[in-house]
Every structure is written in structure tokens, then in C-alpha cells.
T-cell receptor, first 111, second 109 residues
């Protein structure tokens, strides 16, 4: 059974804080992704990674960075959190197959 | 830019059939995904269409017309548990989906 886990279900941070969102998958998948999901806007891709230490920008990378030091772990970093980054953040992974497996999500509130 | 359109909300009756449409205008196209997402949960994969035509998977079927930039998801024998958001997404390359805004389906008794 594929499992994608995220470090927190709910997170509250203050404006200007550095925020780390962690994602771990246990299926040895090469590809990992970070999305944010907002009402009326759907899922939008922030960053993805095809391999360890590799990263590619998605559609909305501004204000975010990522780190992939190990194959199973993909971290999303908000260098200086802002209120417009309040959102649901979803991590996903897959191998070469098309099906993505999503984690349960982290609802981040920036005050 | 990429344009993927689907209705915001639909309602249907338990036991009925519902069709959720998706139209797209994108700079590339390798295939089309459908995902289901229950409230407060992660999206789960339903289907991926590459070729024109209908693909059936139990109560769910997905149709694609590449020439028309059109797809639909057909749900038969609706159950209350089918109340969820249905996400249409285009594969622009590398099996990375670009999502539409989703259709919220409400099934009532």
C-alpha cells in the first residue's frame, strides 16, 4: 500500500517566519510534487523533483523553495511566510506511471 | 496559458447517472486525468485517457475526444458516497497533471 505522509495536518505560523513542510513517501518513487489548493482555484503546482537533489519550478514557485536530500523526502520551504500563503498544501509522488499518490495535506494558516 | 474548464457544482439523485464535462485548450496534450477528492481528504486517481473513446471502470467511465478538446466522467448508479469533488487535469508532458478548478458533486437521496 502506497503511503505518502506529511509532517502536520494543521499549522499556524506568523508573518515573516520560516516554515518547513515535510513529505515522506515509502514506495521508492522517483518523482515528488508540491501543490497548493485554494477554493475556486483548484490544485496548482509549486515545485516538483525527478530525483535526489533535482528540482523543477511548477506554475507558482514564487515565495517557495524545496529540498530533496533523500529519495523518500521532499521538503517545501517558505522563506518568509506571508498571509497570501495561507492554503492547503498537498504533496504527491509517483514513479514513471501516470498515477499520482497524494498525502493527506497540511492546512497552513499565516497570521 | 492553459485553460481547463469544468462546471463548479452539480447535483444528482441517488441511483441516477451523472456526466461531468471538461473542456481544455492547452499548449500541449499527452493525456487527461480524472481524480476524486472527498471533503478534507487527498485526491485519489480515477482514470487516465490517452486515446479517443470511452474507458469503463466499474460504475465510472471516462471519455476523451482529442480533436474537440473534450472529456467527460460518467458516474452510474450514484451512491451517497460519490458526493465529492471531481478534478479534471491535463497531462502537458511527463505525466504531470495541470488541474482544472474541480466540480463539486452533491448526491441527494
Amino acid at each position: 500500500d502506497v503511503k505518502v505522509t506529511q509532517s502536520s495536518r494543521y499549522l499556524v505560523k506568523r508573518t515573516g517566519e520560516k516554515v518547513f513542510l515535510e513529505c515522506v513517501q515509502d514506495m521508492d518513487h522517483e518523482n515528488m510534487f508540491w501543490y497548493r489548493q485554494d477554493p475556486g482555484l483548484g490544485l496548482r503546482l509549486i515545485y516538483f523533483s525527478y530525483d535526489v537533489k533535482m528540482k523543477e519550478k511548477g506554475d507558482i514557485p514564487e515565495g517557495y523553495s524545496v529540498s530533496r536530500e533523500k529519495k523518500e523526502r521532499f521538503s517545501l520551504i517558505l522563506e518568509s511566510a506571508s498571509t497570501n500563503q495561507t492554503s492547503m498544501y498537498l504533496c504527491a509522488s509517483n514513479r514513471d506511471k501516470y498515477e499520482q499518490y497524494f498525502g493527506p495535506g497540511t492546512r497552513l494558516t499565516v497570521t | 496559458g492553459q485553460n481547463i474548464d469544468q462546471p463548479t457544482e452539480m447535483t444528482a439523485t441517488e441511483g441516477a447517472i451523472v456526466q461531468i464535462n471538461c473542456t481544455y485548450q492547452t499548449s500541449g496534450f499527452n493525456g487527461l486525468f480524472w481524480y476524486q477528492q472527498h471533503a478534507g481528504e487527498a485526491p485519489t486517481f480515477l482514470s487516465y485517457n490517452v486515446l479517443d473513446g470511452l474507458e469503463e471502470k466499474g460504475r465510472f467511465s471516462s471519455f476523451l475526444s482529442r480533436s474537440k478538446g473534450y472529456s467527460y466522467l460518467l458516474l452510474k448508479e450514484l451512491q451517497m458516497k460519490d458526493s465529492a469533488s471531481y478534478l479534471c487535469a491535463v497531462d502537458l508532458g511527463g505525466y504531470i497533471p495541470t488541474f482544472g478548478r474541480g466540480t463539486s458533486l452533491i448526491v441527494h437521496p
